[in-house]
C-alpha cells in the first residue's frame, strides 16, 4: 500500500513538472504574462523540496512496517496534501502573480503560513522521514546532531512557546513594513528569503500545537486553544491596519503590467481582507481541532486509568 502512496505522489509530481515544461515562465521574477496559466514558475525547492520529503516520508513508511504509533490513512493524505500547498505557493502561478498583486501574495503568504504546514504537521512526519533517511546519514549525522547538548539546548530555546509565539507573529508584522514589502518585489533574494522565514517559524509554531507523535509537546492542551487564539488579535490589528488605510502602502506592486485591470487601492483592501480574515477564520478551526484532541486524549487517559484499576480489582480479588 505505500508503494502505491508513494507511485501516487510521484505522479503528480511528475504532472506538475510536465506542465511547468509545457509553458514557458513568465517573463523574469517580475513581469507579466500573456496568459495566467503559462505563469508556472520551475522553483527548485517548489518542486523538488516536496518530491523529497514526499519519498523519504513514504520510504519511511514502508520501512517502518510495525510503527509503535500507526500514520493512519488521513494523515498521509494530509502530509501529501500539505505537500501540494507548498507546490501551489512557490510554483504555480499564484507565485508569478505576487509580483503584480498584494492580495495574491497574501494567498501565498496563507499557504506557506498556515495551510501547508498544519497538513503537513497532521501527517505526523517525523518517524517516517527520518526512517526514510538512508543508513548512514541517519547514523553519521541526524543521530549525533539529535545527540549533542548544545543542538539540545538550541532546540529547547527556540521552541519554548513565547519564543515561536513571537517569531510567528513578528515574522508576518516585519514583512509587511512597507519598504520591506516594496523590496521583497523588487528583489528575488529577499523574496526567497521572506518565503524561508515565514515557513520556518510558521513550522515552529505549529509545531507545538499539532503535536506530531512522538513529539510532546510542553503545552497543554487547552493552553493551546488559548496559544492560537491569541495570534488572532495582532493579525487583526495588521489586517485592520491595510484595509482602512486610504493610501497606496505598497507601491511596488504597481509598477508592472497587470493581468487583471486592478486598481492598487483595491488590491491592497482584497489583500487586507484575506490577511484578517481567512487567518481568523482558520485559526477558530484549529482551535476547535485542538479541543477535540483534547477531550480524545482525555477520553483515552480515563479509559486507560479504568483499564488499570480493574487489572488492580482483578488481582486484588485472585489473592483472596
Known amino acids: 500500500m505505500n508503494r502505491l502512496y508513494t507511485l501516487l505522489f510521484l505522479l503528480i509530481a511528475a504532472a506538475g513538472l510536465v506542465q511547468i515544461g509545457a509553458a514557458p515562465a513568465h517573463a523574469g521574477p517580475h513581469g507579466p504574462a500573456a496568459s495566467i496559466w503559462s505563469m508556472w514558475t520551475p522553483d527548485p525547492i517548489g518542486i523538488f523540496g516536496p518530491l523529497v520529503l514526499g519519498f523519504l516520508y513514504f520510504n519511511g513508511l514502508?520501512?517502518?512496517?510495525?510503527?509503535?504509533?500507526?500514520?493512519?490513512?488521513?494523515?498521509?493524505?494530509s502530509f501529501v496534501a500539505g505537500q501540494l500547498a507548498v507546490f501551489a505557493a512557490l510554483v504555480?502561478?499564484?507565485?508569478?502573480?505576487?509580483?503584480?498583486?498584494?492580495?495574491?501574495?497574501?494567498?501565498?503568504?496563507?499557504?506557506?503560513?498556515?495551510?501547508?504546514?498544519?497538513?503537513?504537521?497532521?501527517?505526523?512526519?517525523?518517524?517516517?522521514?527520518?526512517?526514510?533517511?538512508?543508513?548512514?546519514?541517519?547514523?553519521?549525522?541526524?543521530?549525533?546532531?539529535?545527540?549533542?547538548?548544545?543542538?539540545?539546548?538550541l532546540y529547547v530555546r527556540f521552541t519554548h512557546p513565547l519564543i515561536t509565539l513571537a517569531l510567528f507573529i513578528g515574522t508576518l508584522w516585519v514583512w509587511q513594513i512597507q519598504e520591506l514589502q516594496n523590496l521583497v518585489v523588487r528583489n528575488t533574494a529577499v523574496h526567497l528569503l521572506m518565503h524561508f522565514t515565514m515557513f520556518g517559524t510558521a513550522m515552529l509554531y505549529w509545531w507545538l500545537v499539532i503535536d506530531p507523535a512522538p513529539h510532546r509537546s510542553r503545552i497543554h492542551y487547552g493552553m493551546r486553544v488559548l496559544y492560537v487564539a491569541i495570534t488572532i488579535i495582532p493579525n487583526t490589528v495588521l489586517g485592520a491596519m491595510i484595509v482602512f488605510s486610504s493610501v497606496v502602502l505598497y507601491g511596488a506592486y504597481g509598477e508592472s503590467v497587470h493581468v487583471w485591470p486592478l486598481s492598487s487601492i483595491d488590491d491592497q483592501l482584497i489583500g487586507?481582507?484575506?490577511?484578517?480574515?481567512?487567518?481568523?477564520?482558520?485559526?477558530?478551526?484549529?482551535?476547535?481541532?485542538?479541543?477535540?484532541?483534547?477531550?480524545?486524549?482525555?477520553?483515552?487517559?480515563?479509559?486507560?486509568?479504568?483499564?488499570?484499576?480493574?487489572?488492580?480489582r482483578r488481582r486484588a480479588m485472585s489473592r483472596i
Not at 62 to 73: D, E, Y
Not at 277 to 299: D, K, N, R, T, Y
Open 62 to 77: 514502508r520501512k517502518w512496517s510495525h510503527g509503535s504509533h500507526p500514520v493512519r490513512f488521513w494523515q498521509r493524505v
Open 92 to 153: 504555480s502561478p499564484i507565485d508569478a502573480l505576487s509580483d503584480q498583486f498584494f492580495f495574491m501574495h497574501q494567498i501565498q503568504h496563507l499557504l506557506l503560513r498556515v495551510v501547508a504546514p498544519v497538513l503537513i504537521l497532521l501527517g505526523a512526519p517525523l518517524t517516517p522521514v527520518l526512517r526514510g533517511l538512508p543508513e548512514g546519514a541517519l547514523h553519521d549525522f541526524v543521530r549525533p546532531v539529535a545527540g549533542n547538548r548544545r543542538m539540545r539546548a
Open 272 to 312: 487586507g481582507l484575506i490577511l484578517w480574515l481567512p487567518m481568523e477564520m482558520m485559526s477558530v478551526v484549529i482551535a476547535g481541532v485542538v479541543f477535540v484532541m483534547w477531550f480524545l486524549q482525555e477520553e483515552k487517559e480515563s479509559s486507560a486509568k479504568a483499564m488499570a484499576e480493574l487489572a488492580r
